[in-house]
């Protein structure tokens, strides 16, 4: 996967805009950065400001610089925010391991393995990729309420170790089937079983679309807020996001600051995994229509 | 869409059967979860669907009742269905101009793409928080940035708009167009797959940027522009986290933002009425449903697939 946009042909060089509509071009882009970033600068900056000067000034430099916000929203609960953000990445971690290891698994018997009703299975997969989640959700609170899982973090996890995102095993069935054949019939000859070829061949070679799945696995399950919100209820076991939204109620917007502060930090995470997956979480977009 | 064709040569037959054998193994634990996750699920709630059921006793069947109730005699049914279909009829258009107009201007081969790409996506991916929501919250409040703005610039008294109902619902249209990135990124992959020799031929032709925009890029972009609204249209039918957060999960002011998934959920975890709104999730499953079918269908009309 290389970047189309690094380099223009001739051609495109050609019919770049020039003077006056190259800079109107420009401009336009620039305002509209402006515009779209605003609200998130406005944000960070906002939760170092002291709350008297919050909406005194919609200045994007705070006058009197501190980080009082963060140390009051930290604590603003009956459960620290630290313990929340542990919670979320736990589950987020597992997710993704989950994610892994069940999609991949079910990608490599849809594009290597010979096997009765493969056909079917692939077509059901698809059929699933596109019934609405809200169709199976009340049996699966139920069920889970039965096996006594709601209020803890097994709802949230173990249906991810059982390829319940499909999408996932689309996403790399599309990279299994470009990976040459020769290499897995090589191994073969020389002995080989599945398990040999799925452990030494295919996945070492997948590593660009196991990043982009891991990635988008872990920001999605961070930023998940309806399963925590029904599977869990004490506040011990809240994940940041509902800790974010109980911590709204708590404060009923008497505290700006540090709700603005909580809000930065929920989002600080996602943040640095854009900064350091920019190009691949963009390649995913672009390439399978990946949505959010 | 094909799985791969089957290998020239044939396997000896103790290598076919281990070749069964792996390849349910390493479908299993999709199997599972595809019939203990999602068929039996599907069925369960289609039967919980038809009775009335609240944890408390087992299910009653009372046949269609629950879909009869929907369509004839629930207002705040009709709430949802209107801020839901304000919602998507006004976001998913809006989204799609901007996505469009975006990646026309940044196809234009100007420095700096990358960056502006980047910048433009980052709302998509992070749009959907609670954090953005609670900043949202902010933004359109009486004292937020946007009256504040209004304020200096025009010296107009802006309303709380998120308290107002008749303006709740577009602060939260506004938040779903503020996410045009990611469909952006798809129209500029879709643009860079338009030969150029098309546009310098029409160029040689004398044809003005704006016929060959209207002659070229339209058409040649008509299929990404129904992948695009496809999703977008699916994808906001289930929106539910903003209008919980802006509402402190109410649906309010006045159900002014009671999405549908926002009262599918109140019927279910704070009524406890599993059966009633298991036939709510049905009719949403059949408004998806139903639109995708109407997209494709239109499709053979404007969407131009021959190359």
């Not at chain 1, 009197?64 to 953000?85: E, P, Q």
């Not at chain 2, 049905?282 to 109407?294: E, M, P, S």
Request: contains cysteine.
């Amino acid at each position: 996967m290389t970047d189309a946009a690094a380099a223009l042909s001739p051609m495109e060089a050609a019919q770049q805009p020039k003077g006056l509509t190259r800079a109107f071009a420009y401009a336009a882009l620039l305002a509209m950065s402006f515009v779209m970033l605003y609200p998130l600068l406005w944000m960070i900056s906002s939760s170092f400001k002291p709350e008297n000067e919050i909406f005194s000034t919609g200045s994007l430099i705070p006058e009197t610089f501190t980080a009082d916000a963060y140390r009051r929203g930290w604590n603003g609960l009956s459960v620290s925010f630290g313990w929340m953000f542990l919670n979320s990445a736990v589950i987020s971690v597992l997710a993704v391991v989950g994610n892994l290891m069940s999609c991949s698994m079910a990608a490599y018997a849809f594009t290597r393995l010979q096997f009765k009703g493969r056909k079917f299975w692939f077509a059901l997969m698809l059929g699933t990729m596109m019934l609405p989640q809200h169709a199976v959700l009340i049996p699966q609170y139920l069920m889970f309420l039965n096996f006594g899982w709601v209020n803890t973090i097994l709802p949230l996890v173990v249906p991810k170790f059982l390829a319940i995102d499909a999408f996932f095993i689309f996403l790399m069935v599309q990279f299994f089937r470009g990976i040459p054949r020769e290499l897995d019939e090589a191994a073969l000859m020389d002995g080989a079983g599945p398990l040999r070829i799925f452990f030494r061949i295919i996945l070492p070679l997948s590593m660009p679309v196991l990043a982009t799945a891991a990635v988008f696995s872990f920001i999605w399950t961070w930023d998940d807020f309806f399963a925590p919100l029904i599977y869990l209820n004490d506040i011990e076991k809240y994940t940041a996001q509902l800790g974010l939204r109980t911590f709204v109620d708590a404060t009923a917007q008497s505290d700006w600051g540090a709700l603005l502060a909580m809000s930065t930090l929920t989002v600080l995470p996602i943040f640095v995994l854009f900064v350091m997956f920019q190009r691949l979480l963009i390649e995913g977009v672009a390439t399978t229509g990946m949505k959010r | 869409m094909s799985v791969n064709e089957a290998p020239l040569y044939r396997a000896p037959l103790w290598l076919r059967f281990k070749g069964q054998l792996a390849g349910y193994g390493f479908l299993s634990p999709w199997l599972i979860g595809l019939f203990a996750l999602t068929l039996g699920p599907a069925v369960s709630s289609l039967y919980l669907s038809m009775t009335d059921y609240s944890l408390m006793s087992s299910p009653r069947w009372v046949g269609a009742d629950n879909y009869v109730r929907i369509a004839s005699d629930d207002p705040r049914f009709r709430a949802a269905m209107n801020v839901t279909f304000t919602y998507v009829l006004l976001s998913v258009p809006l989204k799609l101009i901007f996505a469009l107009a975006i990646a026309v201007l940044l196809n234009k081969g100007l420095k700096g793409l990358n960056w502006f790409r980047a910048i433009f996506y980052l709302p998509s991916l992070i749009g959907g928080s609670v954090a953005i929501a609670v900043l949202w919250r902010q933004v359109f409040a009486s004292d937020g940035i946007i009256n504040q703005v209004l304020m200096a610039v025009f010296n107009y008294e802006g309303p709380s708009w998120i308290a107002n109902p008749n303006t709740a619902i577009y602060t939260l249209v506004a938040l779903a167009v503020w996410q045009f990135g990611s469909s952006m990124i798809i129209f500029l992959a879709g643009l860079r797959q338009i030969p150029t020799d098309m546009y310098e031929a029409a160029s040689i032709d004398g044809a003005s940027r704006a016929r060959q925009f209207f002659k070229i890029t339209l058409p040649l972009l008509t299929p990404v522009i129904f992948f695009n609204a496809v999703i977008l249209t699916i994808d906001a039918f289930k929106a539910f986290t903003p209008a919980f957060v802006i509402s402190d999960g109410s649906g309010g002011p006045i159900d002014s933002t009671l999405f549908y998934t926002l009262y599918l959920y109140q019927e279910a975890f704070t009524n406890f009425r599993f059966g009633y709104a298991s036939a709510l999730a049905w009719v949403l499953v059949a408004i998806i449903a139903g639109f995708t079918a109407l997209a494709f269908l239109s499709a053979k009309y404007w969407v131009h697939y021959d190359d």
